[in-house]
């Protein structure tokens, strides 16, 4: 079992830049895919970024070249630069934890992240 907790979330303005982070709890983490993903009001939940356990890297095209997603694994967290922020970029956004080999997949409460002047 595993527990994400994510924080860093809040108000921004046009431009600005914010860090998500998430805590993950439970065993082996560093095998886990992990993955940010965000829900705007009204829209599906959507891929952000993710990053396997040998620090591969996806984006989504809206984001990439403004967002980075890292992760630590000694502190078993996730990471997510969030620079160049858009009023698009509003939504909760959801850390998850994905080990498809046994059929793993974990969510977290999900983080506010408005971007309003």
């Given at each position: 079992?595993?527990?994400l907790v994510e924080?860093?979330?809040g108000l921004v303005q046009p431009g600005g830049s914010l860090r998500l982070s998430c805590a993950a709890s439970g065993s082996f983490f560093s095998i886990y895919t992990m993955?940010?993903?965000?829900?705007?009001?009204?829209?599906?939940?959507?891929?952000?970024?993710t990053i396997t356990s040998s620090a591969s890297t996806n984006?989504?095209?809206s984001v990439k070249g403004r967002f980075t997603i890292s992760r630590?694994?000694?502190?078993?967290?996730?990471?997510?630069?969030?620079?160049?922020l858009k009023?698009?970029?509003t939504?909760?956004?959801?850390?998850?934890?994905?080990?498809?080999?046994?059929g793993h997949n974990?969510?977290?409460q999900g983080t506010q992240v408005t971007v309003s002047s």
């Open positions: 079992q595993v527990q924080s860093g979330g993955g940010w993903y965000r829900q705007a009001p009204g829209k599906q939940r959507e891929l952000v970024a984006y989504a095209d630590d694994n000694a502190k078993k967290t996730v990471y997510l630069q969030m620079n160049s009023p698009e970029d939504a909760v956004y959801y850390c998850n934890a994905q080990w498809a080999g046994v974990y969510w977290g």
